[in-house]
């Protein structure tokens, strides 16, 4: 089910996996907050199933860098929803164990120009 518990294991699942990735600037980067999106109807059963996925927005801090301006923004997010989460959501399941646990640069595209995520659910 996509509801605040979703929202607040998402949030420390993105925290987590950034501090593992590749990408030496995400690494600084932790989630602070997945927000559910404003309408009810944007994160109905039906929507997801036909749009398989949700637009929402997350907080994310930047860390810190010296001589670089950076702190917490408000982050677009856009969750797209795999066969695994499509068939969890379709048999009103939960959605916590959909979330990957690793390899942060296969599920989680983090863009602090546009502040922009977006995360991959399998």
Not at 19 to 40: A, Y
Not at 96 to 109: M, N
Request: aromatic residues 10%; proline residues 3%.
């Amino acid at each position: 089910m996509f509801d605040q518990s979703f929202c607040d294991h998402l949030e420390y699942a993105i925290s987590g996996v950034l501090g593992k990735s590749t990408n030496e600037d995400w690494r600084r980067c932790w989630c602070d907050g997945v927000l559910l999106p404003t309408q009810e109807s944007d994160y109905l059963k039906e929507q997801i199933l036909t749009k398989k996925e949700v637009m929402t927005k997350a907080w994310v801090d930047e860390g810190r860098v010296k001589n670089e301006e950076r702190g917490q923004f408000l982050y677009d997010m856009t969750l797209y929803f795999g066969d695994k989460a499509t068939d969890k959501v379709k048999n009103n399941q939960r959605l916590e164990d959909c979330v990957p646990t690793s390899d942060p640069d296969s599920w989680i595209f983090l863009d602090r120009q546009n502040r922009t995520i977006e995360v991959h659910l399998p």
